[in-house]
């Protein structure tokens, strides 16, 4: 393609770049080539501009920079290279996402679960869905081998890529989950999505937004007619108020038996499914959801207000969450054989998170419960001792233990959970050694205990010291339990 054909919002050029010839997008310098567009990005430690020089001298046809860099190369110079990354990449592809139904989920909590609800309401209407987020690309079933250099939100190069495969296979509908990072970072300019959800605001990433209010404020980007055509908004969480006060596009409200757009009534929790009734429109459906807990009730009404306002009827979404099967590592069972205790990996990487978890598993366990769970390296380190406080008072024992401890050193992290955790009367024990913490969660287990293990879900690795590790909690019980 000509450099005028992928890159639009150009204030200037240099060099002719608009009719360079354009094969191959990339932020990295070190993988240009003949024929790449080089996007300068300013990040919070490096400057891309500062290595213009080096994509020229790999072969780059030109750059997308903010400021004019003293360097051959053919320039186009915009106000803002992510916007204009985002812009150029959808242009490269073809434009794929205005083939496609787009809906996307935000909030702290239960994204990847909504997502996975979507597509199961999707696929029972025979629609061929596709999935982005923390547990991969889907295209129907099919987990395309396409690696992405961010986790849950691609890249905007990266994403529009996978919107043209999601095209090139069939899929017409394409639900994915929106991170605050992505908003703010504007991955997801020039998109349009015919619904997005909220599913709620706890703390989390502070470490990049310092305060709540830059959290927030992240969130709303996606309640825009910018981006956005309608709206689901959990009015349980103290958030949706801003929500609902400054969005500019049609909202449903959804709550838990409290008056909404959407309401679950006569909630029936089990060991693993929940009944309710769903009542919208004036109709009281029943559905039956193979989920257990309050959260995912939740999780299911933003999935039915999102496809209601993709042109579903309730009655069709009511239906279609029964098609719903377990998100892997979101509450999941590892089998046990029969030695009488249970084990729930789940991603709980939050107060929130955690607490729900655990309070669902409250609900049906007839022993103890014994949460093993750490916290994250190099990330929003005030949330440690509130983590510590909130396993500490649901939980019946607690293993403190490594998760993904990154550059820090694991006992420091362990020492921040520990403010928390002393301030209840949890019996705990610290291993920073997570095989060795899930060894002793497993040893100490008895016919009725819980084992939860939190915080990775369905990760595959432990991140220490820039190198990821194999290590995936689900195989290792299993490994424990054979032993």
Request: charged share 25%.
């Amino acid at each position: 393609m000509r450099g005028d054909q992928v890159v639009s919002d150009a204030v200037q050029t240099t060099g002719e770049a608009e009719k360079t010839s354009i094969e191959h997008l990339t932020i990295d310098s070190r993988q240009c080539r003949k024929g790449s567009l080089y996007f300068a990005i300013p990040g919070t430690r490096v400057d891309g501009h500062d290595f213009v020089a080096e994509a020229y001298a790999r072969g780059a046809a030109a750059a997308v920079v903010e400021r004019p860099v003293d360097c051959p190369i053919p320039q186009f110079i915009v106000q803002n290279t992510r916007a204009s990354m985002a812009l150029a990449a959808a242009n490269f592809y073809a434009c794929p996402a205005s083939k496609l139904t787009l809906i996307a989920v935000t909030g702290t909590n239960g994204k990847t679960s909504v997502t996975f609800m979507i597509r199961a309401i999707a696929r029972s209407c025979g629609i061929p869905c596709g999935v982005i987020g923390t547990g991969g690309i889907f295209a129907g079933e099919e987990k395309l081998p396409i690696a992405i250099l961010t986790s849950t939100t691609p890249d905007p190069i990266e994403l529009q890529y996978a919107l043209a495969e999601m095209v090139k296979r069939g899929i017409k509908w394409v639900v994915m989950e929106a991170t605050a990072h992505a908003l703010d970072l504007d991955k997801l300019v020039g998109m349009r999505f015919a619904s997005v959800g909220f599913t709620n605001l706890t703390q989390d990433h502070l470490d990049y937004f310092q305060t709540m209010e830059r959290y927030g404020a992240a969130k709303k980007k996606l309640f825009s007619s910018s981006l956005a055509c309608s709206g689901a908004v959990n009015i349980q969480d103290a958030f949706s108020a801003e929500l609902l006060r400054e969005a500019d596009i049609p909202l449903l409200t959804y709550a838990l038996e409290k008056p909404a757009d959407l309401t679950a009534r006569d909630i029936a929790p089990g060991t693993a499914e929940t009944t309710f009734t769903l009542e919208t429109e004036g109709k009281r459906l029943p559905v039956r959801l193979p989920a257990t807990g309050l959260f995912n009730v939740s999780n299911a009404l933003c999935a039915v207000a999102c496809c209601m306002q993709a042109g579903l009827s309730a009655e069709t979404c009511a239906a279609g969450l029964m098609r719903f099967s377990s998100v892997p590592g979101r509450f999941e069972a590892v089998p046990t054989g029969n030695r009488g205790f249970s084990v729930i990996v789940d991603y709980a990487h939050t107060p929130d998170g955690l607490q729900n978890v655990l309070s669902a598993i409250r609900q049906f366990k007839r022993g103890r419960l014994i949460c093993v769970f750490g916290c994250g390296g190099n990330r929003d380190a005030a949330k440690r001792p509130i983590m510590g406080e909130t396993a500490g008072n649901a939980a019946d024992f607690c293993v403190l233990t490594s998760d993904n401890p990154r550059f820090e050193e694991p006992e420091d992290i362990l020492d921040a959970i520990e403010e928390g955790i002393r301030r209840t009367a949890c019996p705990y024990a610290r291993q920073a050694d997570r095989r060795k913490a899930l060894a002793l969660a497993l040893d100490m287990a008895c016919p009725g205990d819980v084992v939860a293990v939190c915080g990775k879900g369905d990760e595959d690795y432990q991140e220490i010291r820039g190198v990821k590790h194999r290590f995936s909690d689900r195989e290792e019980i299993l490994t424990l339990l054979r032993s």
